[in-house]
């Protein structure tokens, strides 16, 4: 692949305490199982996406609360050839899991860019809400993302865009996920039990 890209989404599949089995608690009545499967940290770090990426381009890195929180984030970012530089805070207008005062309101993204690609368009990046998504007879979606939030990376970011781990294809990007037709190629390393890599 010659072309490299401006523009990067990424939301990869962090490891959630306690494996793949989220518990019952509050309003939930039963367990809910989660359905894809989860990448190590060091899984994650190991992927060539800075090979991907031009030497001016930007980082879109959705992350989990605590990844965010202990610095995890920032980690992935540079070790995928980055630099942190803010965040974007999508509220959940149905909060998910967890007691009142700290229930799982809203979802971080790690903003990251290498070089000097400037940021662009009217819309400010910090706070951002959306309505969970539900598909008749089955539920939320799981881990499903705004489309608001893609359209905003395009007011941001310059193109050619990638959205990493994609759950469906978007017109005018390119993609790379194992619920989508990749149009680019990211070799997965496995990386054996106890390894780790800096």
Request: glycine content about 10%; overall charge positive.
């Amino acid at each position: 692949m010659s072309e490299r890209f401006r523009t990067i989404v990424a939301d990869p599949p962090w490891e959630i305490a306690g494996g793949r089995t989220m518990p019952a608690g509050g309003r939930r009545r039963r367990a809910t199982t989660v359905p894809y499967s989860f990448m190590s940290l060091a899984e994650i770090k190991a992927l060539p996406v800075a090979g991907l990426a031009a030497d001016d381009a930007h980082l879109y890195l959705w992350t989990t609360r605590r990844v965010f929180r202990e610095g995890v984030a920032a980690e992935v970012a540079r070790a995928w050839g980055f630099e942190p530089f803010g965040e974007v805070i999508w509220g959940l207008r149905n909060p998910g899991l967890g007691r009142p005062a700290t229930r799982n309101d809203h979802e971080p993204v790690l903003v990251a860019r290498r070089g000097s690609l400037p940021f662009s368009g009217p819309e400010p990046m910090g706070v951002h809400f959306w309505r969970q998504l539900y598909a008749p007879g089955r539920g939320k979606v799981h881990s499903a993302k705004p489309d608001g939030f893609l359209d905003a990376v395009e007011l941001w970011s310059p193109g050619p865009r990638l959205e990493l781990f994609a759950r469906r294809e978007r017109l005018g990007w390119d993609c790379w996920g194992n619920e989508v037709t990749s149009t680019v190629t990211l070799p997965v390393r496995e990386i054996p039990p106890g390894e780790t890599r800096s």
